[in-house]
T-cell receptor
């Protein structure tokens, strides 16, 4: 009965590759988010979608492109991966602006 | 934009003692202040939150206080147990306004409870 799930949990890849992280929530929420947690544990929002519409788009390189096929899914595609993209990426969901529930995270390592 | 500062960065306590984590925020329009607990290898989990129309909220061994005038809020954990060991994050947002739930997080506090 996982509420917010992400795949994969670990992702190791070479610089320059393109990769995707998938997120799904079964809470019936209408808003989903992507956060990046760096090596110092600092959490920063990247994107937010409400009913498949992009509503928050922080200063993130355009190599990062979120895609929301429906309200329950928000995927993150990253082009031309760089060393600095190594981090843990968390998906979260909420009902409108209410409490946010986080997924287990995807640890991305770029070599 | 909002800026949230969190102290201390690390906190070691003996089992049974209390732990206090403090946060300050800069945006006077912020009205929602959640606290998250992140265990090793897991995602942050909401443990308690407080809205700006409330000064204090308690849930069993944890409590949060908010001082809107001073723009600071604190997390209090009483009777700490080893399972309280984790990283704790405070956050602030303008809930139900134009910011669509954009949470600004503090830098986190690593809490270690020693038996």
């Amino acid at each position: 009965d996982t509420a917010v799930s992400q795949t994969p949990k670990y992702l190791v890849t070479q610089m320059g590759n393109d990769k995707s992280i998938k997120c799904e929530q079964n809470l019936g929420h209408d808003t989903m988010y992507w956060y990046k947690q760096d090596s110092k544990k600092f959490l920063k929002i990247m994107f937010s979608y409400n009913n498949k519409e992009l509503i928050i788009n922080e200063t993130v390189p355009n190599r990062f492109s979120p895609k929301s096929p429906d309200k329950a899914h928000l995927n993150l595609h990253i082009n031309s991966l760089e060393l600095g993209d190594s981090a843990v990426y968390f998906c979260a969901s909420s009902q409108e602006r209410d409490e946010q529930f986080f997924g287990p995270g995807t640890r991305l390592t770029v070599l | 934009g909002e800026n949230v500062e969190q102290h201390p960065s690390t906190l070691s306590v003996q089992e049974g003692d209390s732990a206090v984590i403090k946060c300050t925020y800069s945006d006077s329009a912020s009205n929602y202040f959640p606290w998250y607990k992140q265990e090793l290898g897991k995602g942050p989990q909401l443990i308690i939150d407080i809205r700006s129309n409330v000064g204090e909220k308690k849930d069993q061994r944890i409590a949060v206080t908010l001082n809107k005038t001073a723009k600071h809020f604190s997390l209090h954990i009483t009777e700490t147990q080893p399972e309280d060991s984790a990283v704790y994050f405070c956050a602030a947002s303008r809930r139900r306004t134009d910011s669509w739930g954009k949470l600004q997080f503090g830098a986190g506090t690593q809490v270690v409870v020693t038996p």
